[in-house]
């Protein structure tokens, strides 16, 4: 037998997962669990966020401009909102998009229009970067020359709002929840391991190995079950994901509010790196309290 | 090389183990700890090893106070001794060598040192046609020479033996004390507790007799019983 101290460290890291096979897979499959939850609402979390980010984009508001107002006082007025903090971009549509837009929606019954040519104000289409900056923002304009009135789906954007800051919550917290029930369980799980090797551990330190000899391989067993399990579940995560994902997309609630969802990839790289530090992170904690008890010889 | 000061250790539960007890072990010497079970022979020794602590007193080993020793420093207080245990407490699942390399490898020996090191216990403790074989596959007498084989491998300057020949028939524990007694005439100190009388007469060395955790007599060639008594 050759010693060298990487080798040694997974030669036995392994073999105790060999050796307790049903306390590997109990772990195991926990692990999986808690990692499969926190996936799905990571990728929950992530795909609100997106939404969040298109309503954004899309939503704003419209600034109506007064019908008097001249071409330099719009540009100007133009200039205004968009040094505004929180501003992501304002576009004028002039008296005549107004009309063409009305006439567009009013298709066959156009004729009802002639001799209104006038009424429809100029317009800026204010997107924001935030929308929580929403009613500051719109108080800001409101003060402005030339600005008659606003009009923004406030309500639509409220809930919106609720909504994201509430998955946000909900996730941070299913989070933490799970963290402390895969780590329970992966150090029950090292417990049995130590607990039937606790003579050979005795032995160990009879010997004169120092604690954190001894600790190596279970240490290396946690992070080896942390992999695994973390592989297990992108790959479950990942398929699952893409059927669902289809589903909605092809449904046509979606295709209404004009919003797409995130594809695997984008989530992957996330959910892979989030997945690596967890299951290495529970690994050592996991093993490192299950061991405490033992090495008091 | 082992002294106690004054030494008492009483345990959690009330029991007082261990009391007032002094002795000084010199080096290269061979001292047999007797008495009767629960006299407290097996705390002296886990005082040694330091796997109690001593409520009152000094134990000095090898010119150190080990008191107040770290919990960290332990392990390497205790690679200056080998320990022989009666039950053997060997790995199963490792071969006879790979049981005594293990414990080079722990003290991080060099590949080549442990190469070179093994066989050679071995042979003094005559096992080296049997270094391939599992603990399982040896007597009992050849398995506590595998321990003692363990015990020496890292060259200490004492070996710690609690009842050594407990679980072995009588000849078998006279091998077991011969290589012993040629240990100690290398220059290795041997402590040793037992209550084997015939082997402890038969010995003529120094005996320290404890009873009821007091050490009732430390007679330089004794035997098991003194004549006094």
């Not at chain 1, 890291?13 to 306390?23: M, V």
């Not at chain 1, 926990?30 to 997106?50: D, Q, R, S």
Request: proline share 2%.
């Amino acid at each position: 037998m050759r010693y060298n101290s990487f080798t040694y460290l997974l030669s036995e890291g392994f073999r105790n997962l060999f050796k307790n096979k049903k306390a590997t897979m109990s772990s195991l499959v926990t692990m999986i669990c808690a990692m499969f939850l926190f996936g799905i609402f990571f990728a929950i979390g992530e795909n609100v966020n997106t939404i969040m980010e298109q309503v954004n984009m899309a939503q704003g508001m419209e600034v109506f401009i007064d019908i008097d107002a001249t071409d330099e006082e719009i540009s100007e007025l133009g200039n205004k909102i968009r040094s505004l903090g929180g501003v992501n971009s304002a576009t004028l549509k002039t008296k005549q998009e107004a009309l063409d837009s009305v006439k567009d929606e009013l298709k066959d019954f156009q004729t009802l229009l002639e001799g209104f040519e006038g009424v429809f104000p100029a317009s800026y289409i204010v997107t924001l970067t935030d929308l929580n900056l929403s009613e500051q923002v719109k108080s800001e304009i409101l003060q402005m020359e030339n600005v008659d009135e606003i009009m923004s789906s406030d309500q639509t954007i409220e809930l919106l709002i609720k909504i994201a800051n509430g998955v946000r919550v909900a996730i941070a917290v299913i989070f933490v929840l799970l963290i402390i029930i895969a780590i329970t369980i992966i150090s029950n799980t090292i417990k049995l391991t130590v607990h039937a090797r606790r003579k050979e551990i005795s032995i160990m330190k009879y010997v004169g190995a120092t604690n954190s000899f001894i600790r190596g391989p279970f240490i290396v067993e946690g992070i080896i079950i942390g992999i695994i399990a973390a592989l297990i579940t992108v790959c479950i995560v990942g398929v699952l994901y893409n059927v669902i994902i289809e589903k909605i997309e092809s449904s046509m609630i979606l295709q209404q509010m004009q919003v797409s969802l995130l594809q695997f990839q984008d989530l992957s790289r996330y959910i892979l790196i989030v997945y690596a530090v967890l299951g290495i992170g529970i690994g050592i904690v996991g093993s490192s309290i299950s061991m405490r008890k033992y090495l008091e010889v | 090389m082992i002294e106690f000061k004054n030494v008492t250790k009483i345990y959690s539960t009330g029991t007082e183990a261990v009391h007032n007890a002094s002795f000084t072990i010199e080096k290269g010497e061979f001292a047999f700890l007797v008495g009767s079970s629960g006299s407290g022979k097996s705390t002296l020794i886990k005082l040694i090893l330091k796997e109690e602590e001593a409520n009152k007193g000094n134990i000095i080993i090898n010119g150190k106070d080990i008191t107040f020793l770290k919990p960290k420093r332990v392990p390497f207080l205790r690679r200056s001794m080998g320990v022989v245990f009666q039950d053997f407490r060997l790995l199963p699942d490792k071969t006879v060598y790979e049981n005594v390399a293990f414990a080079m490898y722990i003290v991080k020996a060099t590949p080549r040192h442990i190469r070179r090191q093994v066989p050679m216990v071995l042979s003094l403790v005559g096992l080296s046609n049997k270094a391939k074989c599992y603990p399982n596959e040896l007597s009992g007498g050849e398995q506590q020479r595998v321990a003692l084989a363990r015990a020496l491998v890292n060259n200490p300057t004492m070996i710690i033996a609690d009842e050594p020949t407990g679980n072995l028939d009588p000849v078998t524990a006279w091998d077991i004390m011969n290589l012993l007694n040629e240990i100690n005439a290398r220059g290795t100190t041997v402590v040793m507790a037992t209550h084997a009388q015939d082997i402890v007469d038969k010995m003529k060395k120094r005996v320290i007799q404890i009873d009821k955790g007091i050490i009732v007599r430390d007679d330089k060639k004794g035997g098991y019983n003194s004549e006094i008594q």
